[in-house]
């Protein structure tokens, strides 16, 4: 019979598995919600410009920054379903 302790761990161990399965869903939504909101801006031309050129008013999330962790987000996408979770 397990001890007291091992239950403590055992039940503690699954809460955190738990928890980032269920952030890694959340990931993958957002990372999914993103892709659609990028393609639907960079469908049309006036609206991409106007949203880089305001993007690249902001000192910390320019449009080569907002890309870039774009980019971050799907590869952490694909890398999370590749891996199954």
């Known amino acids: ?8 761990d055992f039940k503690m161990l699954r809460s955190i598995v738990e ?3 269920a952030e890694s869903s959340a990931l993958k939504d957002l990372a999914t919600k993103l892709e659609a909101i990028v ?3 960079a469908a049309d031309p006036d609206r991409l410009a106007e949203a880089g050129a305001l993007a690249d ?3 910390e999330w320019t449009s080569a920054a907002l890309l870039a962790r774009h980019e971050k987000l799907l ?3 694909a890398y999370l379903i590749s891996q199954g979770l």
Do not use: L
């Open 1 to 8: 019979m397990a001890s007291e302790q091992a239950w403590i």
């Open 39 to 41: 393609a639907e801006i």
């Open 57 to 59: 008013t902001h000192f």
């Open 75 to 77: 590869a952490s996408r």
């Open 19 to 21: 928890q980032a399965g």
